[in-house]
Structure formats: structure tokens, C-alpha cells
């Protein structure tokens, strides 16, 4: 986790410099993502894509008067189309390239 905490607590601002190259920046603690994907065969080439996503994140960072903690998870669904450009026709269940 990348932060750049803006706060005011109790009247008090927290600066916005220092930390990265002095612009307010911290590196605040680590991410973790988990992610699994399905893919369909639609026709010719053409799929589509779901994708589920898990991500969690905790991070501590300057605030005015002290510092600040916090544990963030995050689920994402998404779905995309895929299609194959390389003119083939495929006649598997997937729209990924084959290897060969």
C-alpha cells in the first residue's frame, strides 16, 4: 500500500510532505490478491470472461498528533469479451490460443 494520508485531527493538519521523494507518500504495508477466471466459448472465437477477485490490505500511515492503522479487504466481479484475432476457427470449448 502506497498512502498519502490528508488529516486533520482535532484542529491539527497533518503536512503533506515527506515520506517518497517528499510529496506525502508512504509505503503503509502490503497488499494480497487472489483471483480466479472462467472463460466461455461463444462462437467463432468470441467468449466471454468472469473473473472473481479477493484482495485484502493493511496499512499504517502518519496522521496529525500520532499514526493510523487499517485492515481493508475488497471483492471485485468482472466480466469482460474475449475474442481471438488470429482468424482460426476453433472448435475447442475455450476462445484462449491453443499452444502448439
Partial sequence: VIAHPET?????????RGG?????????????QLALE?????????GLV????LTAASARFPIAGGDASLTHWEVHLLVGVA?????SNQKRGDCAPRAE
Fill in 83 to 87: 475474442a481471438r484475432m488470429d482468424g
Fill in 8 to 16: 486533520v485531527v482535532r484542529g491539527r493538519r497533518h503536512p503533506e
Fill in 38 to 46: 472462467r472463460r466461455q466459448h461463444l462462437w467463432r472465437g468470441l
Fill in 20 to 32: 517518497l521523494w517528499g510529496r506525502g507518500y508512504f509505503f503503509s504495508g502490503p497488499v494480497l
Fill in 50 to 53: 468472469g473473473e472473481a477477485k
